[in-house]
Every structure is written in C-alpha cells, then in structure tokens.
C-alpha cells in the first residue's frame, strides 16, 4: 500500500540548530547563543557558526530538491527579524534572509512551513523576564503579526510553537536548555500566546491568505510496564496527560488543563507537607481564547516508554514524581546514540491512535512534524544503516495508522534535512539526512546512505517493502 494522494513528505530544521551567522545582518543573540557563551553544552559548542545555513539558502533548497521533498519546516529566528525582540522596526537584512529562503522554497515547488518560535528567546527578552513574564505575550503577538504581513502571502503552513514541552521542562524545569533556569510555569504564558497568536491570524490575515496555523507538540508512546495492572495502566495514562496533554488539551478540548493532570497536583500537595507544584489557572475568557484555537496538530515523536506507578511516595518536586509515574524501558529495544531514543516503531501508531481519540477526534488533522533518531560523531557518518532501518520501520506504522486504524495524517516530516548544533549535545548528535563536515570552513554537505532511502520513500509515496544496499550503488526492491 502507498500513502494518500497529496500526502506531504519533508524534512525539518530549526534556526539555532543550522544559520549561524548569529551576530550579521544586525541579528541580535537568543538565549541558545548566550548559553554558548557559558560553555555548557558538550565539547564547549556554540550555535554562532552552525551549519552556515545563513549564507548557503542555495546550497540547501538544491539539497531539499535532491531528496524530491514537498516541504520543508525551518523555523524564524525571532532575534533576526526584531533583533531585540521588539520594535520598532526590523532588521531589512533578516527579512530579505527569510523572503529569500521562502522565493527559492517556492521556485522549486517545495511548500515552506514556518515555525515562529523554536526555543530561541531573544536574549534581550529573556533578561526583561522573558516567558517568566506578563508582556512577552505582547511582544510574541507583536513578532508574529509582523511575519503574517511579510510573509504570509507566500506561507501557508504556520507553526506557532515548536514543542513547548521541551522547552518548558528542559529549558524551565532542568534547566538543561537554554535559557537554564528552573519555573515550568511558563507554558501558562506559551498557551495564552499561541491563542492570541492563532486568532490574530484568523481575524487579519486567514480572509485574504487562506493559510493554516498551528502547534507542533512532542511525546513519547506510554506503554503500562505490567498491562495487567490497573496502577500502572492509570499511571501510562498520566505520562501522555503530563507529557501531551499539557497542551494539547486546552486548545484541543476544553481551553483547560486536563482533569487528570490537575487531580494528580491536588493529591500530590494534600499529601505532602508543603506545595510541591503549582498549576496556574486560566480565566473563562481566556479558556474561551485556548478552545479550538488550532488548524492542524503537529505532532514529533521520537521513542516510547514503559510505565509504572511510582515506586514510592515522594514530596520531591521532579516531574515523574509529581505525575506518579516511573519511566523504564525494555533491554531488547535497540538504542542509538542518543541516551533518550530507544527503537519501538510501533510505539508511533499507538500514539496517533491516542492522539486521534483524544484530541483531533477526526475534526482536525495530524501533521507528522518531527520523526528521527542521530548517530554519534564516532560512527560511520555515511553508512548510516540503522537510520533507514529506523525510518523504514516507523514509517510502516504511520501508513498502519493511516490505512488501518483510519487517523488522519497528513504529512511525515524527517528531522533533519542536516546535522547541526543539538543544544547541551553540541555537535556529538547527528540528525541529518545530510552529513555536514564542521571541521571545514565551508561546511560542506554530503548525502548519507538514510538521504537516498528517504528520496526513495517520496518518490514511491511510500510504496517500499524492501530497501536495500547493493554493492556500492542504492537499488530498490518493491
């Protein structure tokens, strides 16, 4: 079996992961370049110089034309259109960056789709208090407005946020992204702006553009470790309430958090001594703003989990303590290079089982955003036979959950078109379907074996049983 005809295939990009070019163009820094600065990710990396995606947009969109993609998800660099995060006006240069990049998206029948935020807080903002703060809805609201009037004449697929989770439990909880700090409750404030943002487009710009806004959120499958066990069948539940739900319930379902996140709290601040968490409320207008304030569900995945109840009470304030839940994962799952990405392809059908049921209910559809897995700097950087592996058996179950199970997906995104800078990773982690040689000033790009098995899949709609190697050429096998 194929995909559905006008199935979208592409891959993705963020701006910290692949610009550089961090100071031209009078881009002012995110906070991705200021924790750079502090030495904290691996190797002393830094995001100044990436994958000189900023000086090679031709070099790039020939590389998306070679692999034959429909589209392509890069993200804006909030810093480089208000190089301060607000006005008064923009920087010419990055403007003429981006509208560069969108004409030869377009030249070469390749749909761009723009994410606004990818993690990447003008530094500026971020020491005004940033997503810690009231008025950043404001300014969000403000950046955005301006990207709808300059480029939505030619972008029809908009991304208000890109995986806020991430951002809110690694960059607000752990403090292992940036900007480093420790307050969850900032996805309050991402969720009152993307509302803001999504009727903004719908009131000024959809009439005359006819495009689509919205989220792009990740999680992983929760598997119960014992099935035959009410806890932790009720504790994997919680883990897809905690990780997705989070957000994807109040713009959803009911503009609100979801009942089983919010009675999870409760119990854990009645049986502790003293708050161990805080979930802010929203208003009845503001619930109003958040229902049904989405186009389409992005959706990333990556790797599942096995799930058991919490093996004991505890008032400590971490996130699987305060869900209830404890995170494991089976020995036969094989892993990559990446501590956290374990293979379990059919773990992505039943997620898209789930997120139908749950939240889209066959009202909205399902963009596949994010689906990938790196190799290490000290593997075969060519011969990446895992990848296509990996690729081959999770795209399998995506035209499952299409055919059989009748979910509405209507695209599959690869991360990434390129390796770049992987946040507290630096360059250790290799995402790209294209290798990019760092250690030469130009920066090269070179197709790995997982980019022929990729343009393979889109030309045949995904119609593929069998890939294979052959000698030293790539052949098909249908």
């Known amino acids: 079996m194929d995909f559905p005809k006008g199935f979208l295939w592409g891959v993705s990009t963020g701006a910290f992961n692949v610009e550089g070019g961090w100071a031209?163009?009078?881009?002012?820094?995110?906070?991705w370049d200021h924790l750079g600065r502090r030495h904290a990710s691996e190797g002393a990396a830094t995001p100044e110089v990436a994958s000189d995606s900023y000086h090679k947009v031709d070099t790039d969109v020939a590389l998306?034309?070679?692999?034959?993609?429909?589209?392509?998800?890069?993200?804006?660099?909030?810093?480089?259109?208000?190089p301060t995060g607000l006005g008064p006006g923009p920087s010419r240069q990055g403007v003429a960056?981006?509208?560069?990049?969108?004409?030869?998206?377009?030249?070469?029948?390749?749909?761009?789709?723009?994410?606004?935020?990818?993690?990447?807080?003008?530094?500026?903002?971020?020491?005004?208090?940033?997503?810690?703060?009231?008025?950043?809805?404001?300014?969000?609201l403000d950046y955005a407005a301006f990207c709808f009037a300059t480029f939505g004449d030619r972008v029809k697929l908009w991304v208000t946020f890109h995986e806020p989770w991430v951002m809110s439990y690694a960059g607000y909880g752990t403090g292992r992204h940036a900007p480093g700090i420790s307050d969850p409750g900032?996805?309050?404030?991402?969720?009152?702006?993307?509302?803001?943002?999504?009727?903004?487009?719908?009131?000024?710009?959809?009439?005359?553009?006819?495009?689509?806004?919205?989220?792009?959120?990740?999680?992983?499958?929760?598997?119960?470790?014992?099935?035959?066990?009410?806890?932790?069948?009720?504790?994997?539940?919680?883990?897809?309430?905690?990780?997705?739900?989070?957000?994807?319930?109040?713009?959803?379902?009911d503009g609100d958090y979801p009942a089983a996140l919010k009675a999870q709290i409760q119990q854990m601040n009645q049986q502790c001594p003293s708050l161990v968490a805080q979930l802010p409320e929203f208003t009845e207008a503001e619930k109003q703003l958040l229902k049904g304030s989405a186009?389409?569900?992005?959706?990333?995945?990556?790797?599942?989990?096995?799930?058991?109840?919490?093996?004991?009470?505890?008032?400590?304030?971490?996130?699987?303590?305060i869900g209830g839940f404890s995170?494991?994962?089976?020995?036969?799952?094989?892993?990559?290079?990446?501590?956290w990405i374990y293979v379990v392809p059919w773990g992505i059908r039943r997620l898209l089982q789930f997120v139908s049921l749950e939240y889209t209910r066959g009202k909205v559809p399902i963009y596949l955003a994010g689906n990938g897995m790196p190799i290490g700097e000290t593997e075969d950087l060519l011969e990446d036979s895992l990848r296509v592996d990996y690729f081959n058996k999770y795209i399998n179950e995506v035209l499952k959950a299409i055919k059989e199970d009748l979910v509405d997906v209507r695209s599959y995104i690869a991360r990434a078109l390129m390796d770049g800078f992987e946040g507290p990773f630096g360059y250790s982690q290799r995402f790209g379907l294209y290798h990019v040689n760092?250690?030469?000033?130009?920066?090269p790009r070179t197709p790995r074996k997982s980019a022929y098995f990729f343009t393979s899949i889109i030309e045949k709609n995904g119609a593929l049983s069998i890939w294979a190697h052959i000698n030293c050429g790539?052949?098909?096998?249908?």
Request: hydrophobic content about 40%.
């Open 24 to 31: 031209e163009g009078g881009r002012g820094p995110s906070v």
């Open 64 to 82: 998306l034309r070679g692999l034959q993609a429909h589209v392509y998800k890069f993200s804006i660099s909030w810093s480089r259109i208000f």
């Open 97 to 140: 960056y981006y509208s560069r990049l969108i004409d030869s998206l377009l030249d070469a029948r390749i749909q761009p789709m723009a994410t606004l935020f990818h993690w990447d807080l003008p530094q500026a903002l971020q020491e005004r208090g940033g997503w810690q703060d009231d008025s950043v809805v404001d300014a969000f």
């Open 186 to 253: 900032v996805a309050h404030l991402v969720l009152k702006a993307h509302a803001r943002v999504w009727h903004h487009y719908n009131s000024h710009y959809r009439p005359q553009q006819q495009g689509r806004v919205g989220i792009v959120l990740n999680s992983d499958w929760a598997e119960p470790l014992s099935p035959e066990r009410p806890e932790d069948l009720s504790a994997s539940e919680r883990f897809l309430h905690f990780m997705l739900g989070w957000f994807a319930h109040p713009i959803f379902v």
């Open 295 to 321: 186009d389409f569900l992005g959706l990333s995945h990556y790797t599942s989990r096995l799930i058991s109840t919490a093996q004991q009470d505890s008032c400590i304030p971490s996130y699987d303590t």
């Open 327 to 339: 995170q494991h994962v089976d020995p036969a799952w094989p892993q990559t290079s990446s501590p």
């Open 438 to 443: 760092f250690n030469d000033s130009s920066k």
């Open 474 to 478: 790539y052949e098909l096998m249908v």
